[in-house]
């Protein structure tokens, strides 16, 4: 089946002659939800600009469900809905306005009951007639999402959708992306916030420094990368780790009730026995047991390290 | 052809007009007012006629082309600066609409624009002088392809600027000049040979000898030289703007 977009080799240097995107080769299923992580400025708006048309391709090529988003460029962009980083409104028109403006300039003949159910789903149809002025921040977040919907896109792109929206919102933003790829809809997000890729996504893509450095399905990805640990809750608190245990990976909780033992799951001799034989042998009591898995954000601060 | 784009930028410029459509015909009619108090009523009185046309009925085809140039340029710079200022232009760049197409509909809204308040100020100057068209289809045609050259001049100059001072540098610096030299309030007949010549090389000596030359039938130049200015005019503007969509010029990164 072909990929709902298919990047081959993108590099973009701006007219400052800053290297924004060195060789980014990437494919996006239809239907699946991808998170692009990555810090500031490492070249994630930069992507969806040049995936979009904002920004000039220098080098390399898109592809739109096999459409090139140059050469045909027409039927590339119809498929998208872009909601951009930044608020940029028309401060001065109503939200009904500039969400019906959105869906003709993408070709398509007005549909008032459309667009009512849409602005009713994301709780903006009491504010319909409002200039977008008078809107909240996270209210014109929302107007941004209904202009990107408008027209009913395949695909729809949300770059950090959720800066600035509060805990609820940001809940119920979550659901209804959900909601959109159960539609079909192919969703491609970027963010700061690790626990919304963690939540949210099918895949990841994780880029620093204007380079793609992993492509993973979130599972695999966690599991490959994520190590686990071992915690252990002591009898008697302890101030530094002992010597005799210097052999581990060991580190120690504040209050020093707890050493705390990393190690891979994946690998069958990763001393978890011989960390509890040691324990019993230098007479270290303990009362419980815990693992944590890491999370996606122990794994994103390991990989920008290494890169 | 994305109709339903070009017409959404349409709908849209024009509806920011309508917003603040108090100014947009205010200005105009209130200019146009003072300069026939000034021009045609106090210093009018006591100038000859001009080729048998009274000084008041005289200046009306200047005034007009002097406000639907002004109105063209900033209408159209405007248009296409603001979105462009507002980070707006995002939508307009990613969605399934060619340059031209997006053209169309900006300079099509400015051009209709400038043609409304061209009309009005054709009529504030009905309560002054009483105005003879001898060549309606004429005075159509030369205003409407008026409005539609320096609105494509305005959106040229929209794309251009980029700051607002360069935005009001163009119609102050270049046009506001060039109107006053075409012979607005003057038959460049009247002027010593040598400035004679060289206002030929204001292309909107032509403009105004034309549109006068279809109220009056008097004019600076032949119509047909007039006429062929403005199409020369209208072609190089099309294709400036040709050239700027091929390249993306400050559209793009
Ligand atoms: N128009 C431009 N001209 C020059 N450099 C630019 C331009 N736009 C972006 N850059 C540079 O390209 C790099 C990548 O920027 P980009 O906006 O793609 O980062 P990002 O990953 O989206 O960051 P953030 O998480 O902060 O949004 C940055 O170093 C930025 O300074
Ligand atoms: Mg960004």
Redesign the interface.
């Known amino acids: 089946m072909t990929p709902a977009i298919s990047v081959q080799g993108l590099k973009k240097t701006?007219?400052d002659g800053y290297q924004a995107l060195d060789d980014i080769t990437l494919d996006v299923q239809r239907g699946e939800i991808f998170a692009l992580l990555g810090p500031n400025g490492a070249g994630k708006t930069t992507l969806i600009?040049m995936i979009?048309?904002?920004?000039?391709i220098d080098t390399g090529s898109v592809k739109v469900f096999g459409h090139d988003n140059v050469h045909d460029?027409?039927?590339?962009?119809?498929y998208?809905g872009?909601v951009?980083q930044?608020l940029?409104?028309?401060?001065?028109?109503t939200v009904w306005?500039t969400v019906s403006?959105?869906r003709?300039?993408?070709?398509?003949?007005s549909n008032p009951a459309y667009i009512e159910e849409l602005l009713k789903k994301l709780s903006l149809w009491d504010k319909k007639d409002a200039q977008i002025r008078t809107l909240s921040g996270g209210m014109k977040r929302r107007v941004m999402i209904a202009?990107a919907l408008s027209h009913e896109p395949e695909i729809l792109f949300l770059d950090e959708p959720t800066a600035g929206v509060d805990v609820e919102l940001r809940k119920s933003m979550w659901a209804q992306v959900r909601q959109l790829r159960e539609m079909g809809v192919t969703i491609i997000l970027t963010t700061h916030y690790i626990e919304e890729a963690e939540e949210m996504a099918d895949r990841i893509g994780v880029i620093n420094k204007g380079q793609l450095i992993v492509t993973e399905e979130k599972k695999v990805l966690m599991k490959k990368l994520g190590k686990k640990q071992l915690i252990v809750h002591l009898h008697h608190p302890l101030s530094v780790v002992p010597e005799s245990l210097s052999a581990f990976e060991l580190g120690l909780s504040k209050d020093g009730q707890c050493l705390v033992f990393t190690y891979d799951p994946a690998i069958q001799n990763n001393g978890v026995l011989d960390f509890m034989d040691a324990l019993k042998s230098n007479a270290i009591g303990c009362h419980d047991i815990e693992t944590h898995q890491s999370s996606l954000e122990d794994i994103f601060v390991q990989l920008i390290g290494e890169s | 052809m994305n109709y339903h784009g070009i017409l959404a930028i349409y709908k849209f410029e024009m509806s920011r007009a309508f917003r603040t459509i108090g100014q947009s015909i205010a200005s105009p009619v209130i200019s146009t007012v003072l300069y026939f108090i000034v021009f045609g009523a106090a210093i009018g009185s006591r100038i000859e006629d001009i080729d048998g046309v009274s000084y008041g009925a005289f200046i009306v085809p200047g005034l007009i082309m002097l406000t639907v140039l002004g109105q063209s340029i900033s209408n159209a710079s405007f248009g296409i600066y603001f979105p462009r200022f507002t980070g707006t232009i995002y939508e307009i760049l990613s969605a399934p609409i060619s340059f031209f197409e997006v053209a169309i509909g900006y300079v099509g809204a400015a051009a209709t624009k400038s043609l409304v308040v061209g009309i009005i100020v054709l009529m504030t100057a009905g309560f002054f002088v009483p105005l003879e068209i001898q060549h309606p289809v004429w005075m159509a045609f030369f205003l409407v392809m008026t409005c539609i050259t320096f609105s494509l001049l305005g959106f040229i100059v929209g794309i251009w600027a980029d700051g607002f001072e360069k935005l009001q540098l163009i119609p102050l610096l270049i046009i506001t000049p060039l109107t006053f030299l075409g012979g607005s309030f003057y038959s460049i007949h009247m002027l010593p040979d040598f400035w004679q010549k060289i206002s030929l090389l204001n292309p909107v000596v032509y403009l105004i000898s034309g549109f006068r030359w279809s109220f009056y039938e008097s004019s600076d130049v032949s119509l047909g030289v007039s006429v062929t200015m403005i199409l020369v005019f209208l072609g190089i503007c099309m294709a400036l703007v040709a050239w700027i969509f091929k390249t993306g010029y400050r559209l793009k990164n």
Not at chain 1, 104 to 109: A, C, N, R
Request: aromatic share 14%; charged share 30%.
């Open positions: 701006y007219a600009s979009c048309g904002i920004v000039k460029y027409r039927q590339a962009r119809s998208i872009l951009p930044e940029t409104t028309d401060a001065f028109e306005k403006f959105s003709e300039l993408f070709g398509k003949s202009k």
